[in-house]
T-cell receptor
Framework: DAGITQSPRYKITETGRQVTLMCHQT?????MFWYRQDLGHGLRLIYY???????DKGEVPDGYVVSRSKTENFPLTLESATRSQTSVYFC??????????????FGSGTQLSVL | GDSVTQMEGPVTLSEEAFLTINCTYT??????LFWYVQYPGEGLQLLLK???ADDKGSNKGFEATYRKETTSFHLEKGSVQVSDSAVYFC???????WGAGTKLIIKP
């Protein structure tokens, strides 16, 4: 299906384990983003990417790793999960580089619980 | 640095009431401003935007006017419906700066 998809939708893991959240978009948008959403904090940017092989830190990057070997995929890895990383994670994309349209398109989110 | 401040929620209204959700910003220059909406269990989607001073964005009965003099972008709707219950986010250009979100609850 066309659009931006995240997987898994729900994930439960244990402290110290490595977890990878997947994000895939079919529009060939240049920009992709990872946010976490927590009560009282709204959305906070973790990492973003302007193009394949170009990534940059956002507001809260510690404990996370990203890669972007292909334009359509932007996985987010928690190298050693901690309870403070329990959150809802949203991936988003934008075609601003080509269209100058600043609109973001969001996935449905991944609800991650770290026990 | 740039920032966005939204009124705290939840905001609880009865159906057909008038809605205002306040948003003020600090930023250099004159950025585009956005309102996004998040319905329960879903990702965010763009509600409306304004790209310059005095510009009015509108969509689904919602409106927001870009007020340069007060650095505000308040969201308004004349008559809310139960289906408007959601979390509303004000955001600065390219959405790297987000407000904390305002939860809106509409009671029938």
């Amino acid at each position: 299906d066309a659009g931006i998809t995240q997987s898994p939708r729900y994930k439960i893991t244990e402290t110290g384990r490595q977890v990878t959240l997947m994000c895939h978009q079919t529009w060939s948008h240049s920009y992709m983003f990872w946010y976490r959403q927590d009560l009282g904090h709204g959305l906070r940017l973790i990492y973003y990417s302007a193009a394949a092989d170009i990534t940059d830190k956002g507001e809260v990057p510690d404990g996370y790793v990203v890669s972007r070997s292909k334009t359509e995929n932007f996985p987010l890895t928690l190298e050693s999960a901690t309870r403070s990383q329990t959150s809802v994670y949203f991936c988003a994309s934008s075609d601003i580089a080509r269209t100058s349209n600043e609109k973001l398109f969001f996935g449905s989110g991944t609800q991650l619980s770290v026990l | 640095g740039d920032s966005v401040t939204q009124m705290e929620g939840p905001v609880t209204l009865s159906e057909e009431a008038f809605l205002t959700i306040n948003c003020t910003y600090t930023a250099t220059g004159y950025p585009s401003l956005f309102w996004y909406v998040q319905y329960p269990g879903e990702g965010l989607q763009l509600l409306l935007k304004a790209t310059k001073a005095d510009d009015k964005g509108s969509n689904k009965g919602f409106e927001a006017t870009y007020r340069k003099e007060t650095t505000s972008f308040h969201l308004e709707k004349g008559s809310v419906q139960v289906s408007d219950s959601a979390v509303y986010f004000c955001a600065l250009p390219f959405a790297l700066i987000w407000g904390a979100g305002t939860k809106l609850i509409i009671k029938p």
